[in-house]
């Protein structure tokens, strides 16, 4: 098996990024930044928001936390967001997820300027993607296939099913690797027999947030194998994905932690550089 090392990968595509950072900040005179709006104190969420700061520090780009308490309102988070948005020198901002239940979550992403969308959530940046337009991707899944890109793994003509369907991971992922000529099947809570899919598959990317669910029966030999999964047992981080089993049997596979979420964070650096460059080229 050869480990998709998603930690090493996002350390190299981040001191090129840090090097595309330094020349444009000659030719502009002022480098990007990323604005994080987190509202309370969810343990992954602050786990996630360091290892964004961390990356920003690496690259080279401006970092600021708008650090919001639970109770916050609707009308409060809306003039933030408005803020921000109007703010020349914010280029790329997130809303960290989850949030509390009283928030409108889907109305509250799309409040973000589409320029300034760096987690490629909003609604017109996933229809743009869907339809083949210019768009920012989602982080994760452009992350997924900035580190196939890595490895040179050509996905054309591959069996490619997903497991999940979330407009985060599942849907996007899907059509990112349906643009690369793979045939996508997407399973989830309501699929009948799961492995009747997975058994097919060259590639699987798993995606659902149930520990070590793939189980060594369900793959065939040679297939690539992407987790996406991250849960914490005993404070042991754990993916979707038997890896133990599945590490003689598999072709390519990430591990959990230091596969996807490193190419995640990745991504995201690059989405805001990408939004950062339209916005001082348009100037």
């Not at 990968?9 to 604005?35: F, H, M, S, V």
């Not at 399973?187 to 699987?204: P, R, Y």
Request: charged share 25%; hydrophobic share 40%; glycine share 6%.
């Amino acid at each position: 098996m050869i480990l998709l090392d998603g930690k090493e990968t996002a350390n190299r595509l981040n001191e090129q990024l840090k090097l595309r950072i330094i020349d444009a900040y000659k030719t502009y005179g002022r480098i990007p930044e990323l604005d994080v709006i987190l509202v309370g104190d969810h343990p992954a969420s602050l786990s996630y928001i360091r290892g964004k700061e961390r990356a920003c520090k690496k690259v080279g780009m401006a970092y600021r936390l708008h650090h919001l308490k639970t109770d916050v309102s609707q009308k409060e988070l809306e003039a933030l967001i408005d803020q921000l948005n109007e703010d020349v020198n914010v280029d790329g901002m997130i809303l960290q997820l989850p949030i509390p239940k009283h928030l409108d979550e889907v109305s509250l992403i799309d409040r973000i300027r589409i320029d300034k969308d760096a987690d490629g959530f909003h609604v017109i940046n996933q229809g743009n993607m869907y339809q083949k337009r210019k768009a920012i991707h989602p982080a994760t899944p452009q992350g997924i296939m900035m580190l196939l890109d890595a490895y040179d793994i050509d996905v054309k003509g591959m069996n490619a099913t997903i497991i999940g369907r979330s407009n985060i991971v599942g849907f996007p992922v899907a059509r990112l690797l349906m643009d690369r000529n793979a045939t996508i099947t997407v399973c989830h809570s309501k699929t009948k027999d799961l492995s009747e899919h997975t058994k097919n598959a060259d590639i699987i990317i798993a995606a659902v947030g149930v520990p070590r669910m793939l189980k060594k029966e369900m793959v065939k030999p040679g297939a690539i194998i992407i987790d996406v999964g991250i849960n914490r047992i005993d404070d042991k981080l754990i993916g979707d994905v038997d890896f133990e089993a599945l590490k003689d049997v598999v072709g390519y596979m990430t591990p959990v932690p230091k596969g996807v979420g490193p190419m995640t964070i990745s991504a995201l650096m690059d989405n805001t550089f990408s939004l950062y460059f339209a916005h001082v080229n348009n100037a």
